[in-house]
């Protein structure tokens, strides 16, 4: 069935280090948007990619779309304490309802 | 900040006790949807609604209900609660049909507990 796969689960970074995190899909999405939620929190939208191939930067996040449209990335350059959550992938097969992630949890040590 | 609510924030039952979690928004949205989540873990959709009198089931087999009788309302309702129930339950809502974006808005939740 349609599913969106996520890892990894867990990351535990120096304050300083980079961060990354994959999302997967074995059939083409539509879209792909990005959400972090902090521990005791609810998500909160981050970014939506749409096109193929689609790149956007928010500061030090920056997100990328796979050319086939079938995995997308979201990279945190030079962690900080405040980047700690979980972030989560959610994507649409056909703009219908979203299939998210599992979430990888982040953890930075100051 | 997104104007979207939910109550109770915590509830705490006994088995087989009839429960109804409320959500509402003031943004006009048309699509709200109903995830469980426990904690840490990820979401899984269990209701979703268009619109008025839209409803949908989830991918989360679930044994509540859900209606929506009005554009800003979207109670859930568990007719007999029980242990397995207890989870976090939040809501979202976004916009349909309008351009690329369907960000999604969550709620603060509700975390139920069943003894």
């Known amino acids: 069935g349609q599913q969106v796969m996520q890892i990894p689960q867990y990351q535990h970074v120096q304050e300083g280090e980079d961060f990354t995190t994959y999302c997967n899909s074995s059939t083409t999405l539509s879209n792909i948007q990005w959400y972090k939620q902090r521990p005791g929190g609810h998500p909160v939208f981050l970014i939506q990619l749409v096109k193929s191939g689609e790149v956007k930067k928010q500061k030090r996040l920056t997100f990328q779309f796979g050319e086939a449209k079938k995995n997308s990335s979201l990279h945190i350059t030079a962690t900080q304490t405040t980047d700690v959550g979980t972030y989560f992938c959610a994507g649409t097969y056909n703009f219908n309802k979203f299939y998210f992630g599992s979430g990888t949890k982040l953890n930075v040590k100051p | 900040e997104a104007d979207i609510y939910q109550t109770p924030r915590y509830l705490v039952i006994g088995t087989g006790k009839k429960i109804t979690l409320e959500c509402s928004q003031t943004m006009g949205h048309d699509k709200m949807y109903w995830y469980q989540q426990d904690p840490g873990m990820e979401l899984h959709l269990i209701h979703y609604?268009?619109?008025?009198?839209?409803?949908e089931k989830g991918d989360l087999s679930s044994e509540s209900t859900v209606s929506r009788i009005r554009t800003e309302h979207f109670p859930l309702t568990l007719e007999s609660a029980r242990p397995s129930h207890t989870s976090q339950y939040l809501c979202?809502?976004?916009?349909?049909?309008?351009?690329?974006?369907?960000?999604?808005?969550f709620g603060p939740g509700t975390r139920l507990t069943v003894l």
């Open positions: 979202a809502s976004s916009e349909y049909g309008r351009g690329w974006t369907d960000t999604q808005y």
């Open positions: 609604s268009y619109g008025v009198n839209s409803t």
